[in-house]
């Protein structure tokens, strides 16, 4: 039976206990973050840059594989336009974007045989901003986007800025990434579902839909009234002669589609920040309207950049293309020479996402800029988990982007090859 | 007692009724809009465009009144810094903006003696967007921000774009628009609430806040632990000698002071789309930065522009101010001699709000555009309860933007007089 020293033992350190609630300096309370700021995902993409400067810092050359920025000229007409733009009072414009760039951007569609009037356009600040209004035009708190996965890693971001939550739906890299099947999406729609979300040609997979599946999703969406949302800002790079197929030309989905674009990677003019939100949908435009009206305008010189880009020869993307093809060939045969690693041919955009020999390919990625080189050089690329939301799914999987000159990426070939002989944990 | 035929009577018109099921086409299922998305609201600013266009079209002059777009220069060194620009490939920019421009703004603002390091700034595409990342990082679903009343009608949008819920605390034409009382925001103040957002100078009031104003701010928001969140976009914008005071000074407000800040008013380069997002909060900026990275970067041209508009000379805002103070002056006593009409004096932005001798402000402003002119001309100014969470306390407001020079504004005065005597619903 315990005495009453037994309750209160001498060697209960009782001093520090009562002396700390003193001796600590108090806690200054502060404003607390949101809890969305804190589940808003970091950069799969911009996750190793730290570890590249280190490279370089130790004296290595270090190829950037990692971030779709073309190292490609952006085209002269816009580079010009700005040099000649006499713009005394740098205005707002028009919310919805100049009239004479949505004027534009639909004759450009019309060229397309994609019947897109110009009250169907909204110019956006890039097609991250086209995403974000359609997320708060479409979805509320609570509400799903179901997303074929690895997906563009900031799709999360816009969603969970918006407090939507992604329901992913697995490809594989098995097929190339194609569309998953059917009954896949059935499953995961329930009462909370708004749309589906596809990129096409795909980042990062660089899978391009075919005609057959996009009408697969058209059914879906129209059965369970949802937006069929498409990225197709890669619509221009699709290689071996296939042929880009856009939501905007099917029948009975006016209602439904949604499409974002952008100037950035059609014309290698990231950094201008200029994308649009097409939709024939009224209610959808008006209420996206709104969102675009509290934000002012898109920004006024990338306007005139962009519509001077508009004007940009066929010859541009035809040499754009056949270089993105050669790189591509580079790369993906090269990836498919190592012993251990897959790589699936893609059909557009350009990224590429191969499986490697390893447990983590971010344990890789990182090892290759911290701990390798090769002839003094290295490269840099992004982890695939990051792209998928069950990470896990992409352990062993790293995007690379196409960005580089071939020279470039034969170097990257051998990098790789040299380093999956040394590195300590493959699995081959 | 009903016989059968009474059952189903022979003027019973079944044709058109069962017919209509087949004949009345369809009606398409169609996926609905947020319930986000139809509450955002549409800009009181930009509501009467429809009408202004009318009065064009029948002939006459349009002072636009209504909007903050200033007809003052862009400085030449932001002019000149885009032409000679040479960008061969556009790329994305850091996320946060590029360096440069980010020391020349830490420069910018310890010349104003306000101790802000580069790693407390991210530049953001406008003011608009330093908006859209303090409510996200700071607050969730459901989260509440008070607001003094009336208020800039985007912070309204913002709001509801993150779900976020705008509590006013009334803030009184009678005395220029002075920060409310303490007792009234206290009482605002629930287990929501996450920060407090004021204008300083203020849009739409024009107001500048004291110094003892923003200590008694200081001293709610420490007690409460809540952001202090200082929209300073009118910084420069100060007259008759009167000084701004930015909480970016105020000693034991690190964690809780938020910026926002833009190049768009203070250059004159409204269509840039370049502001910036300033706190010491080290966990606010590092979830800041997540929202940054996620829509990649903000625009580069105008990045350019703004960071080469760092050095416009003094004189610039020396004969900018000099130009505002001559048009607020024209402008504010104008409107008071006007019988019935008051507006207080403001000290700071090219605002000012004005009380009119009418019972809907609305209707007067839509009547001048559609119903009116004074030898060929008219105006357009922007209802007040816009600006207000409780519309009905701006019902006889509107807000005039002093952006047009002297004889513009002399102008007007005499169409607002002219219109008084006419209009049919005046009160006085």
């Not at 110019?123 to 359609?134: D, K, N, R, Y």
């Not at 057959?212 to 059965?223: A, C, S």
């Not at 998928?388 to 995007?399: D, H, V």
């Amino acid at each position: 039976m315990p005495n009453k020293a037994g309750l209160r033992p001498n060697n209960f350190k009782k001093a520090p206990y009562f002396c700390g609630a003193f001796l600590v300096p108090k806690q200054t309370a502060m404003p607390s973050i949101s809890k969305k700021g804190t589940s808003m995902p970091s950069s799969p993409i911009r996750k190793l840059v730290p570890f590249a400067e280190q490279a370089e810092r130790n004296g290595n050359k270090v190829y950037y594989l990692n971030i779709g920025q073309p190292d490609i000229q952006t085209p002269l007409e816009a580079q010009q336009a700005i040099k000649e733009a006499d713009v005394p009072v740098l205005a707002y414009s028009h919310s919805a974007g100049f009239a004479s760039l949505r004027e534009g951007l639909s004759n450009y569609y019309h060229g397309k045989n994609l019947p897109v009037n110009t009250d169907e356009i909204i110019v956006t600040t890039g097609g991250s901003e086209a995403l974000l209004f359609t997320f708060g035009s479409a979805m509320d708190e609570g509400d799903e986007i179901i997303i074929p996965e690895p997906f563009y890693a900031n799709y999360n971001g816009f969603a969970t800025a918006s407090g939507v939550k992604v329901v992913p739906v697995e490809a594989n890299i098995e097929n190339g990434f194609a569309l998953p099947p059917v009954e896949l999406f059935e499953q995961a729609i329930t009462e909370r579902t708004k749309g589906i979300l596809i990129c096409n040609p795909g980042n990062p997979t660089g899978y391009l839909y075919s005609k057959e599946e996009l009408e697969q999703l058209k059914e879906i969406v129209l059965k369970h009234d949802l937006f069929l949302i498409a990225d197709e800002v890669y619509r221009e790079f699709t290689y071996d002669g296939e042929a880009h197929h856009s939501i905007l030309s099917m029948e009975g989905l006016e209602n439904n589609a949604i499409v974002v674009d952008s100037f950035s990677k059609r014309y290698s003019m990231c950094g201008a920040r200029i994308g649009c939100l097409v939709s024939k949908n009224k209610d959808f435009m008006a209420t996206a309207m709104k969102f675009a009206q509290a934000r002012l305008s898109p920004p006024t010189y990338a306007q005139i950049a962009s519509e001077a880009a508009l004007k940009t020869p066929q010859r541009y993307f035809d040499e754009v293309n056949a270089e993105y093809v050669e790189r591509r060939n580079v790369l993906v045969e090269g990836l498919n020479s190592i012993d251990g690693v897959f790589c699936p041919k893609p059909k557009g955009a350009f990224y590429a996402v191969a499986s490697f020999p390893v447990e983590s390919a971010e344990h890789f990625a990182q090892w290759l800029l911290s701990e390798f080189n090769h002839e003094g050089k290295t490269l840099m690329m992004a982890p695939a988990a990051g792209f998928y939301a069950k990470p896990e799914l992409g352990a062993n999987q790293a995007r690379l982007a196409y960005v580089l000159n071939t020279e470039a990426l034969k170097d990257c070939i051998a990098i790789l090859k040299a380093a999956l002989e040394v590195y300590p944990h493959t699995t081959r």
